[in-house]
Nanobody, 125 residues
Framework: VQLQASGGGLVQAGGSLRLSCAAS????????VGWFRQAPGKEREFVGA????????DVSDSVKGRFTISRDNAKNTVYLQMNSLKFEDTAVYYC???????????????????WGQGTQVTVSS
């Protein structure tokens, strides 16, 4: 599975962005997909994840109510809709996919076998 994250950019606080994670490989459609982010000088952290069918999602407390995750398996793509962006959301955002199929949502980095290259999101205050 190869992942390509896109959609990042510069946005003012309060604005919105939608990130996309496009994947190659049919196993992507049965994998849990997660979004993570890493700010300068900080560890990579869990943002949210979606199960293989899109029927279950989870997001971290820091983005709850502002970020949502969805997927379109016909397009092999997962989305991260980010609304009401804050300065502290500035980071490189990564998408990742698990190596198993039909699994549950997981927040641990170690649970994800495949990683995209990251896309920069910068929120100006």
């Amino acid at each position: 599975v190869q992942l390509q994250a896109s959609g990042g950019g510069l946005v003012q606080a309060g604005g919105s962005l939608r990130l996309s994670c496009a994947a190659s490989g049919r196993t992507f459609r049965t994998a849990t997909v997660g979004w993570f982010r890493q700010a300068p000088g900080k560890e990579r952290e869990f943002v949210g994840a979606i199960n293989w069918s899109g029927t279950s999602t989870d997001v971290s407390d820091s983005v709850k109510g502002r970020f949502t995750i969805s997927r379109d398996n016909a397009k092999n793509t997962v989305y991260l809709q980010m609304n009401s962006l804050k300065f502290e959301d500035t980071a490189v955002y990564y998408c990742a996919a698990t190596g198993d199929s039909f699994g549950s949502i997981r927040s641990a980095l170690a649970a994800y076998a495949y990683w995209g290259q990251g896309t920069q999101v910068t929120v100006s205050s």
